[in-house]
């Protein structure tokens, strides 16, 4: 089917499924199939932050005194996260905007995106305050071997649907032979390929950003680059709801409240579905090995940062409806509860309803006590 | 003049009797009463605090936008309204 623009049929949005339905065309949000969607706008646009309203001058000085092996490990969580917002940052647009067939998840998605543009632009705020000159920094991330290997893995299954996409929107439905490889593109195949894709943008959100947010929030703990760690802690809060709107879309599927026959794939691709995020986790504990190959920093070693993904990881998979694999039950980090805790975050004053701020505004309450002085 | 006993009690699975707190959310009262509960968020849209909710009824504070079955609750953005009898994971 031909993606266009403004669908001129007219579509009931709420009979419609989450994707592969027809195109949304009127952007509404006073009717809503699942509001879950709208919802999660709401709270993410009240979230909203600016990388530059985060002061991080003193972190420059506090990176001078780590140690080498300390150092390693601050620079190389910075790069992965900045792949994987790369990633993030235009990868629901590109592969699920083409086929989404509600409007409130259609702006969900846009919203979601525009948020991992944030975070990507607050890497550059925290490299450029370390750096006089980042660009060696962000030039490893495409030559690093063990970044790239992680980099391949996560676009795989974005790069399978938005390929497969393209050719059931130009070419339809059928076999199709590009460049010589043979593919076969029907509903089944492209609704399989959403499935996984949707899979592992969830083991994305949910244990991926989890061992660079350990070592950040470490390092805060000892009072240092404490900057970024602001800064981290905010785009923990973003994540977080992401995550909940993956899982969301995971549920809904899996019991048969939007796709029947989604629900029929969601049990098939069970098994393919549990493998991607075991081995998001193996190359998360891959990774911890990364970090501290040359040397550890207080207060935290590969083996509690493995135990700590291992936790997580039951925690996440048990919310998409999966068995806990892992032995570990009690949080090994406790301490990160304070960090991922969003009351602990600072809320701006125009965020929040402070009379004084709302300059020119009026306070709509009003309460008897305020007449009190009144006299005619 | 002894007022009648309105505390309402959470009953948690393998643990024992907890008193609810007025004003307080039902996370707060576990922690209070020493019980330990997963939390992340604190506001209703991580999800990490999810609970089974064997018997009783709970108000929302804020709208929970974690995924949560429908036998489930999130302690950290609710109070109990009756007795509860609930199973946190451990």
Redesign the interface.
């Known amino acids: 089917m031909k993606y266009t623009t403004f669908n001129q049929q007219s579509v009931n949005p709420l009979v419609e499924p989450m994707f592969f339905g027809n195109p949304v065309n009127v952007a509404r949000y006073d009717q809503q199939k699942h509001s879950?969607f709208e919802?999660?706008i709401e709270?993410q646009i009240s979230f909203f932050w600016r990388p530059e309203e985060v002061d991080v001058t003193r972190d420059r000085v506090d990176f001078q005194k780590l140690t080498e092996p300390e150092q390693h490990i601050f620079i190389s969580n910075l790069k992965y996260q900045t792949l994987l917002d790369s990633v993030q940052g235009r990868s629901p647009n590109i592969a699920f905007l083409p086929i989404v067939s509600l409007p409130e998840l259609e702006t969900w998605i846009e919203t979601w995106s525009f948020f991992e543009t944030i975070h990507s632009r607050s890497y550059t705020h925290i490299l450029r305050n370390l750096f006089s000159d980042p660009s060696s920094i962000f030039e490893d991330i495409v030559v690093n071997e063990q970044i790239k290997r992680r980099a391949a893995d996560i676009s795989r299954y974005y790069d399978d649907l938005i390929f497969h996409t393209q050719l059931w929107q130009t070419q339809g439905e059928g076999v199709h032979t590009v460049d010589g490889e043979v593919y076969e593109v029907n509903m089944r195949v492209l609704k399989k390929k959403m499935y996984l894709c949707m899979n592992s943008v969830n083991a994305l959100e949910a244990v991926r950003f989890y061992v660079s947010f350990a070592c950040t929030f470490a390092f805060a703990e000892r009072e240092l680059m404490e900057g970024n760690a602001k800064i981290i802690r905010l785009i923990a809060?973003d994540e977080?709801?992401h995550?909940?709107s993956t899982?969301?879309i995971l549920?809904l599927w899996a019991r048969g409240k939007d796709d029947p026959e989604m629900a029929e794939i969601a049990a098939e691709c069970h098994e393919e579905a549990r493998q991607i995020f075991i081995s998001a986790v193996e190359q998360e504990k891959e990774w911890a090995d990364y970090l501290f190959k040359n040397g550890s920093m207080i207060g935290m070693n590969k083996e509690i940062l493995c135990q700590y993904v291992e936790y997580i990881a039951n925690?996440r998979m048990?919310?998409i409806g999966f068995e806990a694999p892992y032995e570990v039950?009690?949080?090994p980090l406790p301490w990160m509860?304070n960090y991922?805790?969003?009351?602990n975050v600072q809320v701006a004053p125009q965020e929040s309803e402070i009379s004084s701020y709302l300059v020119g505004q009026i306070d709509s309450s009003v309460s008897e006590d305020d007449f009190a002085d009144f006299e005619l | 003049m002894g007022k009648p006993d309105t505390t309402l009690r959470i009953d948690v699975v393998d643990v024992g009797c907890v008193d609810a707190i007025s004003d307080k959310t039902l996370l707060e009262c576990l922690e209070h009463a020493g019980v330990e509960c997963h939390f992340n968020c604190r506001d209703g849209f991580c999800g990490a605090c999810r609970t089974k909710l064997i018997s009783g009824e709970v108000s929302y504070t804020v709208d929970p936008l974690a995924f949560i079955d429908d036998d489930e609750i999130l302690p950290c953005c609710c109070k109990p309204l009756t007795n509860l009898k609930i199973d946190v994971p451990l």
């Open positions: 879950i919802k999660l709270k809060r977080n709801l995550l909940s899982q969301h549920n925690q048990t919310a039950k009690s949080n509860n991922l805790n969003s009351d």
